[in-house]
């Protein structure tokens, strides 16, 4: 075919005698030969610009196909990328989240520790403040014991005389009773101080009770009464009308009061004038306590000082330093304050503020 | 030598007040038991009342017992005086002998010792009496027999001197 094709055009433009050489049939053959040459000339013609318009088509396609697989590509290394930050990032938040679970467990046991420690602290707060109270105790016996003395005595006393008289046969019954009751009464005032020491001693646990500030003070002067007549120092306690009724505990209350009254003892010792006054009012929501002396007073600067632990002005020996410490967070703990003033020339006077019991509360004996 | 025995209790236990003496009164018979319920109401009955024997305690409130022994030292120095101390009390016991206390008694008091310590005490002060009174009677023989003396010197040596000259 091709032969035919590239013959065609030099022929179809070529010089007639050819065609008159062999006559007008084979002319005729020959032109329609030439035309169906030149039909399928045409025809190849119109498939090759169509061919040439597919191949362009087709290699547009093809370039938008290298295009579009080059962006899938970037798409794919985007993505790839993206997926290996991404597995980075995982790696990276589980080793976080391990980190963080480490942490937890850490935190969880550093609270545990610090509540262990706090409960320590607790522990020992109230060591301290059972120490306190030996230590208060140990200074408080030697009056104690003169105080115990003296009834113990008595019994012998007034037993001796019930013993002699039924001896001599005094057939008198009624002055043998007296003798035997006299006794009786010895015996349960030596009781009544023995078990007050216990209750005070005791390292019971810290209760709560709404109790009468009045009871306290009562209390601690009876365990301090004896030394405090001994010594000359005059007493005077004025509480007001009303109840002062607080919610605390008992025995650490009057261990408060055994501490300051101890302290004004020693503060007086060497007073011209020895007088310890105990005064307090009850207010809307609080009750205020003062416990003044004559003594010497708190040199100046000393005020915040005196409340630390084992901080004292007495005598080595003397003091140990713990007792307005212990007051201090006794005093604390019951949500109150405790503050110490001592104007030049005058004794110290320490201020209690106590919050009041709630008003419907009603009070239990110590 | 009178023939009732008088003792002052002094101590500012009323308890203690009310059953010593009754013991005293118990075991010694025919006492007379005064008490004093303080070194200053002791110091009041001493100046009009002359007692074989005062018991004091040592710890009061006010004068404690070591300055009224002192005080009764002073005022009455031959009244016997004992001590009631509390037990273990050893420094205040040798203050009280210094101070011239006669015996010490130590709480809870045993009734024995101290119905002995007081006899021992008061017939101390009772010989001590007797010894003083016969000093003062010797003294008073003395003088009369120096009177005597000075008498018979100043007299002339009429009635037995004659032999020699």
Do not use: W
């Not at chain 1, 061919?51 to 899938?72: C, G, N, W």
């Not at chain 1, 003594?295 to 084992?310: M, S």
């Not at chain 2, 009323?14 to 010593?20: E, F, G, I, N, V």
Request: glycine share 8%; charged share 25%.
């Amino acid at each position: 075919m091709a032969e035919t094709v590239i013959q065609n055009p030099s022929a179809a433009a070529g010089p007639v005698p050819v065609f008159t050489r062999y006559g007008a049939g084979v002319e005729s053959r020959l032109r329609a030969h030439i035309e169906m040459l030149e039909r399928r000339l045409r025809q190849r013609d119109a498939q090759r610009r169509a061919m040439l318009h597919i191949l362009a088509d087709y290699e547009q396609d093809r370039r938008r196909l290298a295009r579009q697989t080059e962006r899938l590509d970037n798409s794919r290394r985007a993505v790839l990328h993206i997926l290996q930050h991404s597995h980075k990032d995982k790696l990276r938040l589980e080793a976080s989240r391990k980190a963080m679970i480490h942490i937890m467990g850490d935190l969880r046991e550093t609270t545990a520790e610090v509540q262990r420690r706090e409960q320590e602290l607790r522990d020992k707060q109230e060591q301290l403040v059972q120490a306190g109270k030996l230590a208060t105790l140990g200074e408080l016996t030697t009056g104690v014991a003169h105080e115990l003395n003296n009834p113990l005595n008595n019994i012998g006393l007034f037993v001796g005389n019930a013993v002699d008289l039924i001896e001599l046969a005094v057939t008198e019954k009624g002055e043998i009773v007296g003798e035997l009751r006299h006794a009786m009464q010895q015996v349960s005032k030596a009781t009544e101080i023995i078990s007050h020491l216990r209750t005070f001693g005791r390292a019971a646990p810290v209760s709560r009770a709404p109790i009468s500030l009045r009871e306290v003070i009562a209390r601690a002067l009876s365990l301090m009464g004896e030394q405090l007549r001994l010594r000359e120092i005059e007493v005077t306690v004025d509480l007001g009308p009303q109840e002062p009724l607080v919610v605390g505990n008992a025995i650490q209350l009057e261990q408060v009061f055994i501490n300051l009254l101890t302290n004004a003892r020693d503060a007086v010792a060497e007073s011209p004038r020895k007088e310890i006054r105990i005064s307090g009012a009850v207010g809307s929501a609080a009750v205020e306590i003062a416990v003044a002396d004559t003594g010497g007073g708190i040199p100046p600067g000393l005020e915040r000082r005196i409340f630390d632990p084992f901080f004292t002005t007495k005598e080595v020996g003397k003091g140990t330093g713990l007792g307005l410490s212990i007051t201090y967070g006794i005093i604390n703990e019951h949500g109150g304050t405790i503050s110490v003033v001592s104007p030049p020339g005058e004794g110290a006077r320490f201020l209690i503020h106590l919050p009041l019991a709630p008003a419907d509360t009603k009070q239990t004996s110590p | 030598m009178t023939t009732t025995l008088g003792v002052l209790i002094v101590d500012d236990n009323p308890a203690l007040l009310q059953a010593l003496p009754r013991a005293l009164r118990l075991r010694m018979g025919g006492v007379t038991v005064e008490t004093a319920d303080s070194a200053a109401a002791a110091l009041e009955r001493i100046v009009t009342q002359d007692y074989d024997a005062i018991v004091t305690d040592i710890k009061m409130p006010g004068m404690d017992g070591l300055a009224l022994l002192a005080e009764i030292r002073a005022r009455r120095p031959d009244t016997p005086t004992l001590i009631i101390t509390g037990h273990g009390d050893n420094e205040l016991v040798v203050h009280a002998l210094r101070g011239g206390a006669c015996d010490f008694i130590q709480k809870p008091i045993d009734r024995d010792y101290l119905v002995a310590a007081l006899y021992r005490a008061i017939r101390a002060h009772v010989l001590n009496r007797r010894v003083k009174n016969r000093q003062l009677a010797l003294e008073c023989c003395a003088e009369e027999l120096e009177r005597i003396v000075q008498q018979l010197e100043r007299e002339p040596r009429a009635v037995p001197g004659g032999a020699e000259s």
